[in-house]
């Protein structure tokens, strides 16, 4: 597998730490008066009580992994997750979640190498991960609750350059991404309200982020938006039609990419 040197720490400016108990308490307070039983739209077959049940079991799984400082594979997912057996009692449980996660936070050196299933093996990497799994799945439920999901923007760029980043190692539990191939082709994510852009090149063996393209280099296929509906966008909740997005260039590379890109 081909992919560009690339250092996954994150813009300096993103303090992950602290966003996460942000993010998580901004899904809480969503969630206060709504009806669990409510089908979450970006995630098939899920309700938001699947979906707070997913998000509070992430933190507290990473959270696991960072108490563990593992250094290859877990063998098991299997965690004390404490899970009321009442639903009622869900959205206090999410919010416990994230002082779960500020108690492994406190006890881990950010910069301690770790095994990380992305390119970056410290234990920042889990730390940067759970953020965007809360962030997402906040924002799936905004969208079930019939709200437009709000993304600050420098997190949306640190996001997207997150996912773009790790997405070739995603295959162990995304394996449609190993469709992800072609001579050369490169997919262009540009962001409309500031600096962001992305230069993503598909080879017959693999694919990956081009940090460092020629300025004047053109893309197969570009989109463009507001680096929040870009960030949807490649995580499979906005398509790339939508009318928040334009797009250019080669329609089945684009079709390809976010066909075999969401996880």
Known sequence: MSLSDHTDDGPAQIDHRAAIAAETARFAAALENADLRTPVPSCPGWTLADLVRHTGSVQRWFSALLHARVQEPPRSREVDLRLPDRQDGYVRWLAESATVAEEAFAATDPDLPMWAWGVDQHARFWTRRMLFETLLHRADADLALGLRPTIDRPMAVDGIDEFLVNLPFATSFAPRVANLRGPGST??????????????????????????????????????????????????????????????????????SFANSAF
């Open 187 to 256: 997919i262009r994510f540009q962001a409309t309200d500031g600096d962001g852009d992305w230069f993503v090149r598909l080879w017959l063996d693999g694919f990956g982020l081009n940090t460092t393209p020629e300025k004047a280099e053109t893309a197969d296929a570009t989109v463009r938006g507001s680096a929040a509906d870009l960030l949807l966008l490649v995580y499979g909740r906005t398509h790339h039609d939508a009318e928040v997005l334009t797009h250019e260039g080669d329609k089945d590379l684009l079709a390809l």
